[in-house]
């Protein structure tokens, strides 16, 4: 064999074993990553103290007569306080606590619940959303190849599963909430100097003509009639996700809180 094919073999050889131990590590970090969901799922799930004992006020509430912190969320919130809800979409693998970091609003794009370096992260809120002040809750979460994380909202795309789930459960740390879904749509990041609706520009969604501008603008780019609108004064709640049919494209769950 020539020392040219010895090469080869060798590199060939060595190209295998990383891709083998890059596999390796992506199955493991994602096997951790789900173990550590499934263990928060089931703190969050876990049946209340029925004993009969007062509730437990909320460790961020120091003013009497303030809401009380549900009590799925308050051994969760000792572990990590930048916890601020827990989204649930029956029938996917979508159930996982909201992130906010005060500090860093995009910490949560390769976090994990426990402050640790994972590439998955967790959804978090966006920057110029706040969970008790805004009429609009914008959550960004990835779109993992492994399934995880808001990638199922691509099945959103047709008409037929949204019927199937057209509905989904919010709940901040005082409140369990429903949503309806408004619309599905295609978007993107744009640069900022294209003039063009930019469904994540939420801060600029403060009068009741901004708001139905913003709706109808939601309501153009929509991929399916749902028969669901909303008016200004609705909570709405907006899923986004990375969508790769177009650079820097984007696909978003528009929801509304019935009133």
């Known amino acids: 064999m020539s020392k040219i094919k010895k090469f080869l073999v060798a590199f060939s050889f060595l190209l295998l074993v990383f891709s083998l131990v890059s596999i390796a590590r992506t199955f493991l970090r994602d096997y951790d990553e789900q173990q550590q969901i499934k263990e928060l799922a089931e703190m969050w799930n876990k049946e209340p103290d029925k004993g009969g004992g007062a509730a437990t006020p909320s460790p961020i509430i120091t003013k009497a007569h303030e809401p009380v912190m549900l009590p799925e969320f308050q051994e969760l919130y000792r572990r990590n306080p930048d916890i601020v809800g827990w ?30 370096i994972n590439q998955n992260g967790l959804p978090f809120l966006d920057a110029h959303s706040r969970i008790n002040g ?15 994380m808001f990638a199922d909202l691509m099945k959103y795309k047709k008409e037929i599963y949204y019927k199937e789930r057209a509905t989904f459960q919010f709940s901040t740390l005082y409140e369990k909430e429903e949503y309806e879904i408004v619309a599905v749509i295609l978007s993107k990041v744009y640069r900022k100097t294209d003039d063009v609706f930019k469904y994540y520009q939420i801060e600029k969604v403060g009068t009741s003509a901004e708001f139905d501008s913003y709706i109808q603008n939601i309501k153009k780019l929509a991929l399916y009639d749902t028969g669901v609108t909303a008016r200004y004064g609705d909570k709405l709640i907006v899923l986004s996700t990375c969508e790769y049919s177009t650079e820097d494209g984007r696909l978003a769950v528009v929801a509304r809180k019935p009133t």
């Open 87 to 116: 989204l649930k979409i029956d029938g996917t693998r979508i159930e996982y606590p909201i992130m906010q970091n005060q500090q860093d609003s995009q910490y949560y794009l390769n976090h994990d619940f426990d402050k640790k």
């Open 134 to 148: 805004s009429d609009i809750l914008l959550i960004h979460g990835h779109h993992m190849k492994s399934g995880v």
